[in-house]
Nanobody, 121 residues
Framework: QVQLVESGGGLVQAGGSLRVSCAASGSIFSINTMGWYRQAPGKQRELVASITSGGAPNYADSVKGRFTISRDTAENTVHLQMNSLKPEDTAAYYC???????????????WGQGTQVTVSS
């Protein structure tokens, strides 16, 4: 079993900052990419940011320059620092990890349960 547990999120005014974190635990052999997706009501889930095992980040154009993703490989954690938040950033944020449960297992995506981020105008 693999668990991704998110923390952080909440309600903030436009222009403010929030940090969300995710810890992966359980039957993990290795983690490839970790990242954050978000889904607003009535919209499809979209990639916000991801980071490889080597530390290379990737950001959606809409968050570049405002959000920063970081990762602690030893602790299997990933963090998303969100600055200059806008009302359009309001969504449920989901942690994602692409990992192997054993050395011979294929890479598979796992998801957290989501944490709500609400930005008021």
């Amino acid at each position: 079993q693999v668990q991704l547990v998110e923390s952080g999120g909440g309600l903030v005014q436009a222009g403010g900052s929030l940090r969300v974190s995710c810890a992966a635990s359980g039957s993990i052999f290795s983690i490839n990419t970790m990242g954050w997706y978000r889904q607003a009501p009535g919209k499809q889930r979209e990639l916000v940011a991801s980071i490889t095992s080597g530390g290379a980040p990737n950001y959606a154009d809409s968050v570049k320059g405002r959000f920063t993703i970081s990762r602690d490989t030893a602790e299997n954690t990933v963090h998303l620092q969100m600055n200059s938040l806008k009302p359009e950033d309001t969504a449920a944020y989901y942690c994602n990890a692409v990992l192997r449960t054993t050395g011979s297992a294929p890479l598979r995506p796992f998801w957290g349960q989501g944490t709500q981020v609400t930005v008021s105008s």
